[in-house]
């Protein structure tokens, strides 16, 4: 049974810095595609990084790029998120997804290329 937990949201003040983590158990993630997604309650997910298979690549959506760090840590067989520089807009619920093993993800920013899901850690960033 793959199994991804996330931890370490709460709450920061404006350019204040947080790392989530995102432990996976049934299933190894440094062989497969990951990604970090968020939801603001009654919006549509926001894909904000993902790394590729072995970690040969990442890729961030505009509005993270060069404030957020996707990473992983294979002996763990945990993915992080390093957020700094947070600003209100990040404020939102951060989940961890991962695609089923095997198969190939086009768009790793796309929440339709995930089939295991976290339950979420909440980020809030007050001005």
């Known amino acids: 049974q793959v199994l991804l937990v996330e931890s370490g949201g709460g709450s920061v003040q404006t350019g204040g810095s947080l790392r989530l983590s995102c432990h996976v158990s049934?299933?190894?993630?440094?062989?497969?595609?990951m990604a970090w997604f968020r939801q603001v309650s009654g919006k549509e997910y926001e894909g904000v990084a993902g790394?590729?298979?072995?970690?040969?690549?990442?890729f961030y959506a505009d509005s993270v790029k060069g404030r957020f760090t996707v990473s992983e840590d294979n002996a763990e067989n945990t993915l992080y998120l390093q957020m700094n520089s947070l600003k209100p807009e990040d404020t939102a619920m951060y989940y961890c997804?991962?695609?089923?093993?095997?198969?190939?993800?086009?768009?790793?920013?796309?929440?339709?290329?995930?089939?295991?899901w976290g339950r979420g850690t909440q980020v809030t960033v007050s001005s």
């Open positions: 997804a991962a695609n089923r093993p095997g198969e190939l993800v086009y768009d790793i920013l796309d929440p339709s290329e995930f089939d295991y």
């Open positions: 790394i590729g298979p072995r970690g040969d690549y990442t």
């Open positions: 049934g299933y190894t993630a440094s062989t497969n595609y």
